[in-house]
């Protein structure tokens, strides 16, 4: 059966490139030779969404009081400045360069779910999955 060559619509009498097989404004077949049934329609297959990987970074971290050792959740923008601790008041500065604050848990809000993640820093720079949504997260050190 030969393709369509182009030409005005049978129907509508609107020109149409060659190799259609349907009119584009009324939709009627162009070649006569076609039957509506001969026509397959191909199957929608939907396609696999993409997940989405979202760069994240760090928001604080949990800190030990060095007076009675409970442990704190403080903010990153608090390095450098004094905190206190709220079950025994101590006051005491947050020094980035302690050892012991660069081996300290970070914690940081899922974008895809908003549930707070705790994860320590080895997993900085790794690809990670959320443990409430399986959301993809990438944790970056903060400052790129």
């Not at 990670?128 to 399986?134: D, G, H, P, W, Y």
Request: hydrophobic residues 35%.
């Amino acid at each position: 059966m030969p393709a369509w060559p182009g030409g005005p619509c049978l129907e509508c009498g609107v020109d149409m490139p060659p190799n259609m097989i349907h009119c584009r404004e009324c939709r009627a077949l162009l070649n006569p030779e076609l039957e509506r049934d001969s026509v397959e329609v191909p199957v929608f297959v939907p396609l696999q969404e993409l997940d989405a990987m979202v760069e994240i970074e760090p928001i604080g971290m949990f800190v030990g009081c060095p007076k009675c050792s409970q442990e704190l959740k403080i903010n990153k923008k608090y390095l450098g400045q004094r905190v206190q601790c709220k079950f025994c008041t101590a006051d005491f500065r947050l020094d980035p360069t302690l050892p012991t604050l660069a081996q300290a848990d970070v914690y940081s809000k899922c974008p895809h779910c908003e549930q707070e993640l705790r994860f320590a820093r080895k997993y900085i720079g790794i690809r990670v999955a959320c443990r409430f949504c399986a959301g993809k997260i990438n944790i970056v050190e903060g400052g790129r």
